[in-house]
């Protein structure tokens, strides 16, 4: 009987380092812990990332599968966490490009769209609708790096620190490389106002 069995087959009691020690001697139900406790998170990544349930659900699938085959290359210097979100950053961005090579993606199809109470002002439901399509549009023109690091920023609330953990680089990097983000979606956002 393996020690997760023996903790009520939830796996409580055991941290992510010791699942991933088990996960990397090849006990799976270790693993389908770790998948367990980071579901949400790589789901929740993935439709950011994608704007589509049925893409993310791929992209959060794909992801799993990929940490498991490489989970006898982790190697602890960073966690679980952090590691698990740059495989599924790495696969939506993978899946993405495939879907567009092949033509799959259709803009209409691809975000759903904002909810708001068309009773209280119609007009503003039609400018809302507007903006969320134009910035919706001037997102997806930015490279998936500078579109991620935006949506973390802008969208998450994360703080610096927290995305330089993320895509593992400095604080430093992070805030160039959101400033450099901004700038060109500025740009982007400025060529569809003329």
């Given at each position: 009987m393996s020690t997760i069995s023996k903790l009520n087959n939830n796996g409580e009691g055991i941290s992510n380092s010791e699942l991933v020690k088990k996960s990397q001697l090849g006990e799976k139900a270790a693993f389908e812990q770790l998948v367990i406790r980071h579901q949400e998170l790589v789901f929740s990544l993935a439709y950011k990332l994608t704007g589509n349930r049925e893409m993310a659900n791929d992209v959060a699938q794909e992801s799993f599968i990929r940490a498991w085959k490489a989970i006898e290359k982790f190697r602890g210097d960073s966690t679980?966490?952090?590691?698990?979100?740059?495989?599924?950053?790495?696969?939506?961005?993978?899946?993405?490009k495939k879907a567009k090579k092949h033509n799959t993606l259709n803009i209409d199809d691809t975000y759903e769209p904002i909810v708001i109470d068309e009773k209280k002002d119609p007009e503003l439901v039609a400018i809302n609708s507007d903006l969320s399509s134009v910035?919706?549009?001037?997102?997806?023109?930015?490279?998936?790096?500078?579109?991620?690091?935006v949506e973390l920023k802008n969208i998450e609330g994360r703080?610096?620190?927290?995305?330089?953990?993320?895509?593992?680089?400095?604080?430093?990097a992070a805030k160039v490389r959101l400033h450099r983000a901004h700038q060109k979606l500025r740009l982007i956002l400025e060529e569809v106002d003329r």
């Open positions: 679980f966490s952090t590691w698990i979100y740059r495989i599924t950053v790495n696969t939506a961005w993978t899946l993405r910035l919706i549009n001037a997102l997806d023109k930015l490279p998936i790096e500078q579109r991620i690091i703080s610096h620190k927290e995305i330089a953990d993320y895509l593992d680089i400095s604080v430093t």
